[in-house]
Every structure is written in structure tokens, then in C-alpha cells.
């Protein structure tokens, strides 16, 4: 893991998010924090595992999304070889759409 990550001034964003209540409370704060393409693009990232996850493949993710071939192929890189982040909000976020 990179050493920012282990800076205690990184543990302060988690935290914050933690104590967010709502959909709502935490788009306030992203849109708050974020730029609206810093926004965007983690919106789209996250549709784009969403589908790779549903087994789609690069192109019809790029139709569907307008994401580039990099984009995808950052985000399908996460899901296999990452952190492990995807893996753990995708099952939780597909149980809440059921």
C-alpha cells in the first residue's frame, strides 16, 4: 500500500464518510469535495464494475457507459488485482437493488 494512504490526514476522508447518514448526506458532501469531473468519473467507474461484474464485455460497457477502453481496463485491473473495494460494495449494493 502507498505510504499516503497510511497518513492519518487520509484516515480523516474515511472517516468522514463513515458518519454520513444517507444518500443524499453523502452526495452533498461529494459534490462538496469533488470537482464535477472527479465526480462524474467516479460515477462512471462505478457503473462500469457494476457491469464487468454482471459479465459484460468492453464494448458493450463502452456503449452503455461512454467509458474509454482505459477506463474499463483500470476498473477490471481493481476488481481482479485491487484492493479488494469493489468486491466488497458490489455484493452489498446488488442485494440492496433486489
Given at each position: 500500500?502507498s505510504k499516503?494512504?497510511?497518513?492519518?490526514?487520509?484516515?480523516l476522508l474515511?472517516?468522514?464518510?463513515?458518519e454520513?447518514?444517507?444518500?443524499?448526506?453523502?452526495?452533498?458532501?461529494?459534490q462538496?469535495?469533488?470537482?464535477?469531473s472527479e465526480?462524474?468519473a467516479?460515477?462512471q467507474?462505478?457503473?462500469v464494475?457494476?457491469l464487468?461484474?454482471?459479465?459484460?464485455i468492453?464494448?458493450?460497457?463502452?456503449e452503455?457507459?461512454?467509458?474509454?477502453?482505459?477506463?474499463i481496463?483500470r476498473v477490471n485491473r481493481c476488481l481482479h488485482y485491487?484492493?479488494?473495494?469493489y468486491?466488497?460494495?458490489l455484493p452489498?449494493?446488488?442485494?440492496r437493488q433486489?
Amino acid at each position: 500500500m502507498s505510504k499516503f494512504y497510511d497518513k492519518p490526514s487520509s484516515d480523516l476522508l474515511y472517516q468522514a464518510m463513515l458518519e454520513l447518514h444517507s444518500a443524499e448526506e453523502c452526495r452533498e458532501f461529494l459534490q462538496d469535495l469533488c470537482t464535477v469531473s472527479e465526480l462524474k468519473a467516479m460515477e462512471q467507474r462505478m457503473e462500469v464494475a457494476m457491469l464487468l461484474d454482471d459479465g459484460l464485455i468492453y464494448s458493450e460497457i463502452l456503449e452503455r457507459t461512454g467509458a474509454s477502453s482505459a477506463t474499463i481496463s483500470r476498473v477490471n485491473r481493481c476488481l481482479h488485482y485491487g484492493a479488494n473495494g469493489y468486491r466488497t460494495i458490489l455484493p452489498r449494493l446488488k442485494e440492496r437493488q433486489k
